[in-house]
């Protein structure tokens, strides 16, 4: 998901109106820098050979979305999202990338994209894409009698973006989530105590967590899942679609998720089952959704984007 610049003195008569005038000149210089840059942005045009593509991952996911809305909201006629998924998504972004491509993908942070590419994300000067986000825990109706330890574990569940993006590396590069979240949660006793605070261990009671196959999800199911194994429960998680998920949850056909995007993501999806779950509150403050392109690309905002 940034950089700002600033920038002699001779005393006496003609000196002083020298100065001024050199002074004048640098101010021209700077703008006209600021221009020739502004314009070197307008007149670059990545549509056609990006196929005015933007590449994004699952049609019911918030930020998809959110990209069909911006596509309208900033008059990008021929402009196409392009719905895949998460995983392929993050194909297409390194394949471009180690060929310095241009590629505009829906992205979100955390992410461990961001620490393995140099990316940024497009301004939003209409606001398309909303502010920060929070992601939150959801249970189902009645878990807190059924599964008391359960309920008290995923309602202290709090952690940062950094911890979140250390077990997506990990995976990233290879290991297998379970063995990346249980090293994780080794390495950090004492966070993971404040979890499990004054809960009792129990004995083979089982409990099902449901996530969508992001990154994000895929490593904080993975870490509240083992932790909960760790105190005697028989977990079990399973990836499911955006809405199924949602849908799991209020039925009651899954326990919980540690995987609700809001107010933007899955706003929609919140609005449609709130009243037929239990929302605990965050669980991970400062995430974001918006366009995403490698920093080479010559391009600061949405309103770049050339059209057909």
Not at 70 to 85: F, I, M, P, T
Not at 143 to 156: I, Q, T
Not at 167 to 195: H, R, Y
Not at 228 to 245: F, K, R, S
Request: contains cysteine; proline residues 3%.
């Amino acid at each position: 998901m940034f950089t700002s610049l600033k920038r002699f003195g001779i005393i006496s008569g003609l000196s002083a109106t020298l100065l001024l005038a050199a002074c004048g000149g640098a101010e021209d210089d700077a703008s006209n820098e600021d221009n020739k840059n502004s314009s070197d942005n307008a007149d670059v045009k990545y549509g056609e050979e990006m196929n005015y593509a933007i590449t994004g991952i699952e049609p019911g996911a918030g930020v998809f979305q959110a990209a069909e809305k911006a596509v309208e909201e900033y008059g990008l006629d021929g402009w196409e999202v392009q719905a895949s998924s998460s995983g392929a998504m993050a194909t297409a972004l390194g394949e471009a990338y180690e060929n310095e491509e241009p590629i505009i993908v829906t992205g979100w942070s955390p992410h461990w994209k961001f620490a393995k590419y140099d990316l940024k994300y497009l301004e939003d000067p209409k606001e398309v894409f909303g502010g920060e986000e929070t992601i939150h825990t959801m249970v189902r109706e009645g878990l807190e009698d059924d599964l008391p330890e359960a309920y008290a574990v995923l309602d202290n569940f709090e952690w940062a973006a950094e911890d979140l993006e250390e077990v997506m590396l990990e995976i990233t590069d290879g290991a297998n989530p379970k063995e990346a979240a249980s090293e994780w949660i080794e390495a950090n006793e004492d966070k993971v105590a404040e979890w499990t605070e004054g809960v009792d261990e129990v004995s083979g009671d089982k409990i099902e967590l449901v996530y969508v196959e992001w990154d994000t999800e895929i490593g904080s199911t993975n870490v509240i899942g083992t932790v909960l194994e760790n105190i005697g429960y028989d977990v079990t998680i399973t990836p499911l679609d955006n809405a199924v998920m949602w849908e799991a949850v209020a039925t009651g056909e899954a326990d919980g998720m540690v995987a609700a995007w809001l107010p933007g993501t899955h706003g929609e999806l919140f609005e449609q089952y709130q009243d037929e779950l239990v929302d605990l509150g965050g669980n991970l403050e400062g995430a974001k959704i918006g366009l995403v392109v490698p920093s080479y690309m010559n391009i600061d905002s949405i309103e770049d984007l050339d059209i057909k």
